[in-house]
């Protein structure tokens, strides 16, 4: 992990084809029009998905607002990734703790819920592929985003 402003960031749920891929793809385009410059990358605790992309209805409900997340495929969390980004931001709190259960020893990585970014709402993102609510989730993330772009610029 380097120190200052976090500039690698890993967002992660449960399969990374709903949550997960669009929080990074919202971030990706965010971050493109005000020239932060990030690495995003999205992955899940699951490994039920791996190489799939993105739902159908994620990836409409995203494209639907200007996001595009086609390119993304899902991976599996690895103990790489907590050497490889300086942030790791959870879904919801199941996630966090699918997470940190397989934090390397001595690893110090940030791992936050993403929603910690949109105070005032919920604290996790429901997962839309169980509750077909996909703009709900959008909001969710968007507004996460917004606030984390904003924290990222203050730091």
């Avoid at 001595?106 to 936050?112: K, L, S």
């Amino acid at each position: 992990m380097t120190s200052g402003t976090p500039q690698r960031i890993l967002f992660v749920c449960l399969g990374n084809i709903c949550r997960s891929p669009s929080a990074e793809g919202v971030v990706r385009a965010l971050a493109a029009q005000t020239g932060a410059g990030l690495e995003t990358d999205s992955c899940g605790t699951g490994s039920w998905h791996i190489g799939k992309p993105p739902y159908a209805p994620a990836r409409a409900a995203a494209a639907a607002r200007g996001y595009d997340i086609s390119d993304l495929r899902a991976r599996k969390l690895t103990a790489a990734d907590f050497g490889r980004f300086d942030l790791i931001l959870a879904m919801d709190r199941e996630n966090l703790a699918d997470i940190e259960a397989q934090r390397p020893a001595g690893n110090d990585t940030p791992v936050r819920l993403f929603l910690d970014y949109a105070p005032g709402g919920p604290d996790e993102v429901p997962d839309p592929y169980f509750t077909r609510d996909f703009d709900g989730a959008l909001d969710l993330i968007e507004a996460a985003s917004h606030g984390l772009l904003a924290a990222l610029r203050k730091a």
